[in-house]
């Protein structure tokens, strides 16, 4: 609701298998409305799981719908304008639909429909793990070491390569599936080793996340989906702020973007990403002499937005004199912070005039927002147990293999031991470790 301009939103899952219920609600009178549709079985929210696209009505108590009727007229005269459903989806997986409503009749702009995109698909693949953690997966009688197993990783790889998605995604995928069709996570990934399931077959074409991965929306997704995983898996945190810097260039059309980021108390701010020698030059210029708009985000913990440089105030004459002297007409910083701690700020540049809009300032914040927690996270991971991190990078390493087996047996028709073969001749025949080869498959930088 920060980033929308709505007033109520509701998260539920619609029917089967995950029963149909509100997962959570903004207030009383959002969860009202869902329970009206529940009840009723239809309205906007069963509309959007059913095709699989948005379903947007800025008008609803004013424009007819014969599916609706009786939904409309439940509806308070002074409860509801505007309307729109949007449907969570994971893969092939129908998880439910994210309401949301305002009080008079609105027209949500194209941006703001490509954002309100961006948070449900990072709600639907919450709410998955949530409903796949509160619900007792279908016992394995032949395995109690849980997901570590050498089957599901090489399935992983597999849907993987099918969906062209991340391996906690292609995990996703297979656990969903599982719980919905009463099977064991290792009897999908067997089958889907086996190839006797085919995820590909079963996206319909219609709208999902996969349909825009190209457009601005769809780099919205990946880039939240990418900072939301590093809350549950590891991950590399240069090339996490690196990702960050350079969608934010290409999102905001901003000449240079950089992220400047202190290790820890009375440590110095450092340049840890940018997006050119620009970006870096004009944040290492701010960093030696202790002042500047970045330097002051970071100090406060609060934005900072210069759209005119050239008529800044002088009280960063050195600053002013070298953002210009680089080509730089305006600039926006937001904190890198949760709660009380700021850690960094996250810096745009432009050469024209204006920077940042309100709509604009809430989705680079909140890309901020989630990048903190998960650098806070990284840090009290590698603090708190260097030996338990070293094992940890060794088990890895073997799932990482494992992956890469299935992509390769995906993608060139043989079993997991040809897979390994390949992947072994390889690395050797290259003098590369057999872990970084399986890395560089799974991350689609190389190919076999």
């Given at each position: 609701?920060?980033?929308?301009?709505?007033?109520?939103?509701?998260?539920?899952?619609?029917?089967?298998?995950?029963?149909?219920?509100?997962?959570?609600?903004?207030?009383?009178?959002?969860?009202?409305?869902?329970?009206?549709?529940?009840?009723?079985?239809?309205?906007?929210?069963?509309?959007?799981?059913?095709?699989?696209r948005p379903v947007l009505s800025p008008g609803i108590r004013h424009?007819?719908?014969?599916?609706?009727?009786?939904?409309?007229?439940?509806?308070?005269?002074?409860?509801?304008?505007?309307?729109?459903?949007?449907?969570?989806?994971?893969?092939?997986?129908?998880?439910?639909?994210?309401?949301?409503?305002?009080?008079?009749?609105?027209?949500?702009?194209?941006?703001?429909?490509?954002?309100?995109?961006?948070?449900?698909?990072?709600?639907?693949?919450?709410?998955?793990?949530?409903?796949?953690?509160?619900?007792?997966?279908?016992?394995?009688?032949?395995?109690?070491?849980?997901?570590?197993?050498?089957?599901?990783?090489?399935?992983?790889?597999?849907?993987?390569?099918?969906?062209?998605?991340?391996?906690?995604?292609?995990?996703?995928?297979?656990?969903?599936?599982?719980?919905?069709?009463?099977?064991?996570?290792?009897?999908?990934?067997?089958?889907?080793?086996?190839?006797?399931?085919?995820?590909?077959?079963?996206?319909?074409?219609?709208?999902?996340?996969?349909?825009?991965?190209?457009?601005?929306?769809?780099?919205?997704?990946?880039?939240?989906?990418?900072?939301?995983?590093?809350?549950?898996?590891?991950?590399?945190?240069?090339?996490?702020?690196?990702?960050?810097?350079?969608t934010c260039a290409t999102l905001f059309e901003a000449s240079a973007?950089?992220?400047?980021?202190?290790?820890?108390?009375?440590?110095?701010?450092?340049?840890?990403?940018?997006?050119?020698?620009?970006?870096?030059?004009?944040?290492?210029?701010?960093?030696?002499?202790?002042?500047?708009?970045?330097?002051?985000?970071?100090?406060?913990?609060?934005?900072?937005?210069?759209?005119?440089?050239?008529?800044?105030?002088?009280?960063?004459?050195?600053?002013?004199?070298?953002?210009?002297?680089?080509?730089?007409?305006?600039?926006?910083?937001?904190?890198?912070?949760?709660?009380?701690?700021?850690?960094?700020?996250?810096?745009?540049?432009?050469?024209?005039?204006?920077?940042?809009?309100?709509?604009?300032?809430?989705?680079?914040?909140?890309?901020?927002?989630?990048?903190?927690?998960?650098?806070?996270?990284?840090?009290?991971?590698?603090?708190?147990?260097?030996?338990?991190?070293?094992?940890?990078?060794?088990?890895?390493?073997?799932?990482?293999?494992?992956?890469?087996?299935?992509?390769?047996?995906?993608?060139?028709t043989v079993n997991m031991d040809g897979a390994f073969n390949l992947?072994?001749?390889?690395?050797?025949?290259?003098?590369?470790?057999?872990?970084?080869?399986?890395?560089?498959?799974?991350?689609?930088?190389?190919?076999?």
């Open positions: 609701m920060r980033v929308l301009p709505v007033d109520g939103l509701a998260i539920s899952t619609l029917g089967m298998p995950f029963s149909t219920e509100t997962f959570c609600a903004s207030n009383a009178a959002a969860a009202r409305i869902d329970e009206i549709q529940f009840d009723l079985g239809e309205g906007p929210c069963w509309d959007a799981r059913a095709t699989r424009q007819e719908n014969a599916a609706w009727s009786v939904f409309q007229s439940s509806l308070d005269e002074d409860e509801i304008g505007g309307f729109f459903a949007f449907p969570m989806l994971v893969g092939s997986l129908d998880i439910g639909a994210v309401d949301l409503y305002t009080r008079t009749p609105r027209t949500l702009t194209r941006v703001q429909v490509q954002d309100a995109v961006t948070l449900v698909g990072i709600a639907a693949r919450q709410v998955l793990r949530r409903v796949l953690l509160s619900h007792a997966m279908k016992p394995d009688p032949d395995d109690d070491r849980g997901y570590s197993r050498r089957v599901v990783h090489q399935a992983t790889g597999m849907v993987l390569a099918q969906l062209d998605v991340s391996a906690s995604d292609a995990l996703l995928i297979l656990q969903g599936y599982a719980f919905s069709h009463g099977q064991t996570v290792r009897e999908v990934a067997e089958s889907a080793v086996a190839r006797n399931v085919d995820f590909t077959s079963e996206l319909d074409g219609s709208w999902d996340e996969n349909m825009v991965t190209r457009t601005r929306e769809g780099q919205l997704v990946e880039t939240f989906v990418t900072l939301a995983d590093t809350l549950v898996v590891g991950y590399d945190v240069v090339d996490l702020l690196h990702t960050l810097v350079e973007v950089g992220i400047i980021l202190t290790a820890g108390d009375d440590i110095d701010l450092e340049v840890v990403a940018s997006t050119n020698e620009r970006s870096r030059l004009i944040e290492i210029l701010q960093l030696r002499t202790g002042n500047g708009p970045c330097v002051e985000c970071y100090s406060t913990g609060k934005p900072v937005a210069i759209p005119g440089l050239d008529v800044l105030e002088p009280a960063w004459p050195r600053f002013r004199a070298g953002a210009l002297e680089l080509g730089f007409k305006s600039m926006h910083s937001v904190p890198l912070r949760l709660r009380a701690t700021t850690i960094g700020s996250l810096n745009l540049f432009w050469d024209r005039l204006g920077g940042l809009g309100a709509e604009d300032l809430s989705t680079v914040q909140a890309l901020a927002d989630t990048a903190t927690i998960g650098i806070l996270q990284e840090r009290a991971i590698r603090e708190s147990d260097m030996a338990r991190s070293q094992l940890q990078y060794a088990l890895s390493s073997r799932v990482l293999i494992e992956h890469a087996k299935g992509v390769v047996a995906f993608t060139h992947l072994r001749q390889y690395a050797r025949s290259n003098s590369l470790p057999l872990n970084e080869v399986a890395e560089r498959i799974v991350n689609r930088s190389l190919s076999l």
